[in-house]
């Protein structure tokens, strides 16, 4: 099992930048794909990135490639989400995710995920 706790969410101004982390516990933590994701107000939880467990390839949604950057640590059991230029619209609660049976075609789909993290809120004013 995993548990996962997410952290570094505030209020922000349109263009700042943020880092959230998410701590997980447990010694297979390197073995896990992780993930991030956000949900709005309203609005259905969405993918923001993904990095797959042995390879460190990662994956972004089209709204957030080139401005989000998703990294990890395994020796810290960490994974980080640094958000750069952000926009009103980035707007939500950031949730942590972990599987150990990931597969490409579906990083973006949160059946994917097992465990979650609370969440951390991120509010980027205009």
């Known amino acids: 099992q995993v548990q996962l706790v997410e952290s570094g969410g505030r209020l922000v101004q349109a263009g700042g930048s943020l880092r959230l982390s998410c701590a997980a516990s447990g010694r297979t933590f390197s073995s896990y794909t992780m993930g991030w994701f956000r949900q709005a107000p309203g609005k259905e939880r969405e993918f923001v990135a993904a990095?797959?467990?042995?390879?460190?390839?990662?994956y972004y949604a089209g709204s957030v490639k080139g401005r989000f950057t998703i990294s990890r640590d395994n020796a810290k059991n960490m994974v980080y989400l640094q958000m750069n230029s952000l926009k009103p619209e980035d707007t939500a609660v950031y949730y942590c995710a972990a599987t150990s049976r990931p597969s490409p075609a579906y990083l973006n789909t949160k059946t994917m995920y097992d465990y979650w993290g609370q969440g951390t809120q991120v509010t980027v004013s205009s």
């Open positions: 990095i797959w467990w042995s390879t460190d390839s990662t």
